[in-house]
């Protein structure tokens, strides 16, 4: 999925909760998936600065990991 505008932004951020909410069902344990996230979430915030220094590749790999931990937050509030 191509998304060129914040429409198809918002509709991305619905399949995200549709497939959380298929994940739940599943049976998959998000007490214990959130934890392991709240584990390693300090880890992968301080390796941003790592990440962005990467020739070429540094910036969009840091927007990346940094949207996927907002996902991640949404998924496991506090």
């Known amino acids: 999925m191509a998304i060129q505008t914040e429409q198809d932004a918002l509709k991305a951020l619905d ?3 549709v497939e959380l909410t298929k994940s739940r069902a599943a049976g ?3 007490a214990v998936l959130c934890a392991t996230y709240r584990t390693i ?3 992968l915030e301080g390796s941003l600065w790592l990440l962005g220094r ?3 590749i540094g910036t ?3 927007v990346t990991v940094s949207f996927l931990i907002q ?3 949404l998924a496991c509030p506090l």
């Open 71 to 73: 996902i991640a937050d």
């Open 41 to 43: 979430k300090p880890f």
């Open 28 to 30: 998959i344990d998000m």
């Open 54 to 56: 990467i020739p070429v």
């Open 60 to 62: 969009k790999l840091t």
């Open 15 to 17: 399949a995200i909760e």
